[in-house]
C-alpha cells in the first residue's frame, strides 16, 4: 500500500508538470492582445503599457515567466489580470457549487445507471429490455446544451415547477439546495445513465456465460442470488474503471457546460469565464485543479478495484 | 444391482429451437443408477453427453429448450418439478462438478465462502462460522492440505488440481446421493487426474455415491466405471457393463473409440488411429445412422436406424444400435489384431 502511494503522488507529480506545461505553451502559442495593453485600457500610452509588462513580468523570457507562476501558485499568489483576484479563492469559492452538483450528479447516474442496466440485462430480449435501450439511447443522443434550456424552458418557465437555477449553499437551506440543483443533476448525469446502462448491460450477458454462474445454479441459488451475487458483482468491476475516468473528467471539466447553461456559481463557470477572458493565470489553476482530480479519483478507482478483485493486488508488480 | 434404482432416465429427450431449426442434442436416453454405482457416459464433443447431464438437474431449463421423457430421482419426476424444486434438489440431493476447475470458481470470492454459500442456501440457519468448520473437514476429505488456511484463499491462489478438489469438497458439502462429474480431469495434467480419479473411486466406495461421469476419454472410464454408455450425435449406440464395452464392443463407434486409445501394452503405432471424419450437425443428420458416413463397415441396411436391442442372441444388458450380425462384429472389429475401426482408404493413405 505505501508503495502505492508512493508512486501515485510520483504519478500525479508528473501528470500536473505536464499539464501545467501544456497549457502554458498552448496559451503562449495562441494569437491574442498583449495583456498588458489590454491591462492598460483603451487609451494608454506606451510607457504604461511598458510599465505593466515589467510589473507583471511579460517582457521576461517564457521559461522565467513559467518559473513566476509556479511560484505563485505555490505561494497562493496567482492572481487574474482584471479585477486582482486571488486564483486559489476563487475556486475555493467555487467549490461548493462544482461539488454540489458533480458529486450529486454522480449519485443519480451510478443508480438510475446500474438499475436500468440490471434491469436490462435480467430481462434480455424481451420487452422491458427492448424500452430500455430506446431510452438509454435516446440518453445518450441528446446532447446537454439543448436538454438544459428545454427542461429549463417547459419546467422553469412554462410550469414553474423548479426555481430558475443559481447556487443555494447547502447550509443555508438544504431543501432550496436540492430543489435548485434537481434540473442541473439530471441534464449532466442523463447521457452517463445511458451510457453506464448499456455498459452493465453487456458486461453482465458476459458474465451470465461464465462457468462459475453455472456453478452457483448448480449450488441451487435462487436466481436472483445468483444475479445479484455471482453476476451483478463481477459485472461491476470494469464499470467502476470507468465511473473513475468519467467522475474526475466530470468534475475536471464536463460540469462547466451544465454550469454555464444554468448559472451555478461553480468553477465551471470560472473557468469558461476565463476563457472568454483569455487569462492565463485562472486557466492554469482550473486546469490544474481539473488534472488534480483526475489523478486523484483514479488513485482511489485503483484502491477500490483491488478491494472489488482481489486478483489485482497494489505494490506487487504482477501475480503469477 | 439388484437394489432399486435410484435415479432413473427415461426416452429422455432434450430439443434447442435455433434459428436454423431445432437442435436435438440429447435423443431418447434411458439408463438407471443405482446408489455406489458409476456410470460414465462416453462420447466426442457434441454427442449430447453433457447436455444429459444437466438436463438431470434442469440447468438446461431455457425458452428455448423443449425437455422431454422422464428423469425420475428415487421415483419423484424431476422434469415437471418446478425451478424452485429443482433448486432445492440441486447441491442437496444431486451435485455436480464441471469441467473447468479454472473457471468454475467464482475469482473475487475466498473458495472456502462459496462452499459455504452452498451449504447455506440449503441450510440457512448454519451459521458462517460452522460453515466454514464443515468446508475444513471436507478439505481434509479431498486431500487438501492445510485446509484450515487454504479456505480462506481465493481460487487464482489454488492450482487447478486443488481447485477440482475443492470442487469436489462443494460437492459433497451437503451429502447428496448423486454426483454428475462432467468431465472433471479434462482439464487436468495427468498426473493430477489420476489423484482426482482415485479420489472419486474412493468416495464413492466410501459414501455409497452414486455417480455419473460424463467423459471422452475412455481411459478415464476404464479406470472407474462400472457401466457405460456410448453416445453419439444424441442417441446411446451402444451400453453394457465396463468388460462388455472393453472386451466385447458391439458398435463400430465404440471400436474407433477403443482404437483410438493409445496402449502402453502394445507396440507403439506408427501413427495414432483415429476415427476419420466428424460429428455430423446435428441440424443435419445423415439418413438412418448418423455414423454411416464415418464407418468403413457401412451397407445397404444402415439407412434405416436400428433400435438399441440385445443383438447377442440370448436377452442381457449390452445393447447397441448396429445391423451388424454378433459374427460379423467379432471379426471385423479386429485391425491388426486388436479391437479398433478398420480406417477407411483415404486415412490410411495419408
Known sequence: ?320 | MSAAPLLSVNDLRVGFATEDGIVQAVDGVSFDLRPGEVLAIVGESGSGKSVTAQTLIGLTRANNARIEGSVALDGKELTSASDAEMRKLRGERVAMIFQDPMTSFNPVYRIGSQIVEAIRTHRPDTSKADGKTRVVELFEAVGIPNAAQRVDDYPHEFSGGMRQRAMIAMALALEPEVLIADEPTTALDVTIQAQILGLLEKLNRERNLATILITHDLGVVAEVADRVLVMYAGKVVEEGTLDEIFYDPQHPYTWGLLGSLTRIDRPRPHRLPQIAGSPPSLLDLPEGCPFRPRCPHEFSKCTEYPALESRGGEASDHRDRCWLSPEQKREKRQVEGQIGLEAPGEVRQA
Not at chain 1, 517582457?59 to 522565467?64: C, F, Q, T
Not at chain 1, 426555481?163 to 448525469?189: C, G, K, M
Not at chain 1, 451510457?195 to 435462487?222: H, I, W
Request: hydrophobic share 50%; no cysteine.
Open chain 1, 1 to 320: 500500500m505505501a508503495r502505492f502511494i508512493v508512486r501515485r503522488l510520483a504519478a500525479m507529480i508528473g501528470v500536473l508538470f505536464a499539464v501545467s506545461v501544456i497549457v502554458f505553451v498552448v496559451f503562449m502559442v495562441l494569437p491574442k492582445q498583449n495583456p498588458a495593453q489590454t491591462l492598460a485600457g483603451k487609451n494608454a500610452t506606451p510607457v504604461l503599457v511598458k510599465s505593466i509588462e515589467a510589473e507583471w513580468g511579460f517582457d521576461d523570457s517564457l521559461v522565467v515567466q513559467y518559473g513566476t507562476m509556479m511560484k505563485k501558485i505555490f505561494t497562493g499568489e496567482l492572481t487574474s489580470y482584471k479585477p486582482r483576484i486571488p486564483v486559489d479563492n476563487q475556486i475555493k469559492e467555487g467549490i461548493p457549487a462544482t461539488f454540489s452538483l458533480t458529486i450529486g450528479a454522480a449519485i443519480i447516474w451510478l443508480f438510475f445507471g446500474l438499475l436500468l442496466g440490471y434491469l436490462s440485462a435480467i430481462r434480455a430480449g424481451g420487452w422491458l429490455d427492448r424500452i430500455l435501450t430506446g431510452v438509454s439511447i435516446a440518453g445518450i443522443s441528446i446532447p446537454v446544451f439543448l436538454l438544459a434550456p428545454v427542461l429549463l424552458y417547459f419546467l422553469t418557465y412554462k410550469l414553474e415547477i423548479f426555481p430558475n437555477a443559481q447556487y443555494v449553499d447547502f447550509s443555508e437551506d438544504p431543501y432550496e439546495w436540492a430543489r435548485h440543483l434537481i434540473l442541473p443533476w439530471f441534464t449532466l448525469a442523463l447521457l452517463s445513465i445511458g451510457f453506464y446502462s448499456r455498459v452493465l448491460r453487456s458486461n453482465m450477458l458476459d458474465v451470465m456465460n461464465e462457468d462459475y454462474v453455472r456453478t452457483a445454479r448448480a449450488k441451487g441459488l435462487s436466481e436472483r442470488e445468483v444475479m445479484t451475487r455471482h453476476v451483478l458483482r463481477n459485472s461491476l468491476i470494469p464499470v467502476i474503471t470507468l465511473f473513475g475516468l468519467d467522475f474526475g473528467a466530470t468534475i475536471a471539466g464536463t460540469a462547466i457546460i451544465t454550469e454555464v447553461l444554468f448559472s451555478l456559481d461553480g468553477i465551471g463557470l470560472y473557468a469558461a469565464e476565463a476563457v472568454r477572458k483569455f487569462e492565463l493565470p485562472p486557466i492554469m489553476g482550473v486546469a490544474l485543479y481539473g488534472a488534480f482530480f483526475v489523478v486523484f479519483v483514479n488513485a482511489l478507482v485503483d484502491i477500490a478495484y483491488a478491494y472489488l478483485d482481489p486478483r489485482v493486488r497494489l505494490g506487487e508488480s504482477s501475480s503469477e
